[in-house]
């Protein structure tokens, strides 16, 4: 079943991420409710292929864009492709650990 979010809104100022070419999604700092359309749209763009995550420079991670994350990342297992979140910063694993989610729910790396 794939992953189906609302679309995100029109504007983007700080877009759930910016992607570099060839070495996955740098989550953007801010991952809070209103991102979590933005974020679910880059994400689903690399549904198929393996993907690795940047979560180092995310100072805020809200329930909504931690739901895309888990989603995504249930998604890319039944789909056989690896999903990966690699250098989280303190802010990041201290908003997952408030949030209840264990590192290998999101595929978390050191």
Same mark, same amino acid.
Request: aromatic share 2%; net charge negative; glycine share 12%.
């Given at each position: 079943?794939?992953?189906?979010?609302?679309?995100?809104?029109?504007?983007? &100022?700080?877009? $759930?991420? #910016?992607?570099?070419?060839?070495?996955?999604? +740098?989550?953007?700092?801010?991952? &809070?409710?209103?991102? $979590?359309?933005?974020?679910?749209?880059?994400?689903?763009? #690399?549904?198929?292929?393996?993907?690795?995550? &940047?979560?180092?420079?995310?100072?805020?991670?809200?329930? #909504? @864009?931690?739901?895309?994350?888990? $989603?995504?990342?249930?998604?890319?297992?039944?789909?056989? $492709?690896?999903?990966?979140? #690699?250098?989280?910063?303190?802010?990041? +694993?201290?908003? @997952?650990?408030?949030?209840?989610?264990? &590192?290998?729910?999101?595929?978390?790396?050191?």
């Amino acid at each position: 079943m794939p992953l189906v979010l609302p679309q995100p809104p029109e504007e983007s &100022d700080a877009a $759930a991420g #910016r992607a570099d070419e060839g070495q996955g999604l +740098r989550l953007a700092p801010l991952l &809070d409710t209103p991102h $979590a359309p933005l974020l679910a749209q880059e994400i689903l763009g #690399r549904q198929g292929a393996a993907l690795t995550l &940047d979560a180092g420079a995310v100072e805020l991670l809200g329930g #909504r @864009c931690a739901e895309v994350l888990l $989603a995504a990342a249930k998604q890319w297992r039944e789909d056989g $492709a690896p999903f990966r979140l #690699r250098g989280p910063s303190e802010a990041f +694993r201290r908003d @997952c650990g408030l949030l209840g989610l264990p &590192d290998a729910a999101l595929g978390l790396e050191a």
